[in-house]
């Protein structure tokens, strides 16, 4: 299975997000900065964590983004299931779109709907605050990059 970036970016912002301060608003260009990521696709992949309601965010001159929920609330396999556009693993998975010949005597896509399933199952029993149980650590990493960024 392999996640596309938007996914990669919107768990990598709610991993940042969820190792701050709650009370401290972060704003795309300091996060983009940190993970060296585009400002333009941050700020889209911010705009639909937001329409998820995954977070916040407060528009004007002393605005920013935070989350939006307690991080023991964010479970991961649906924040995957949410920013995932494909999880087709085959061309057998998409009903409208199927020209494979083997369709009906393939017992290749039962096994990987199975284990499609089984990969999701255990995303979902994960939250963001189970991946933020080295805060400490994250925060070292984070500081880092900021200092190189001359964000601090």
């Known amino acids: 299975m392999h996640l596309t970036a938007f996914t990669d970016y919107s768990l990598r912002v709610l991993l940042y997000l969820g190792n701050q301060p709650e009370d401290k ?3 795309i260009k ?3 900065t940190i993970y060296k990521i585009s400002n333009n696709h941050l700020s ?9 309601d995954l977070i916040e965010t407060n528009r004007g001159r ?3 983004i935070r989350l939006a929920k307690p991080a023991s609330q964010i479970n991961i396999g649906w924040v995957i299931q949410q920013t995932e556009d494909n999880l087709e693993l085959v061309e057998c998975f998409n009903k409208h779109n199927n ?3 083997l369709t009906a005597a393939c017992r290749l896509k039962h096994v990987l709907n199975e284990a499609l399933v089984a990969y999701l199952q255990v995303l979902s029993s994960y939250t963001l605050e189970d991946l933020l149980l080295n805060k ?4 070292s990493i984070f500081q880092l990059e900021a200092s190189k960024n001359q964000l601090i």
């Open 62 to 64: 002393n605005g920013g």
């Open 44 to 52: 889209k992949i911010v705009f639909e964590l937001g329409k998820l």
């Open 25 to 27: 608003l972060s704003n």
């Open 99 to 101: 020209a494979c010949i």
């Open 30 to 32: 300091e996060i983009a």
């Open 136 to 139: 400490d650590e994250l925060q």
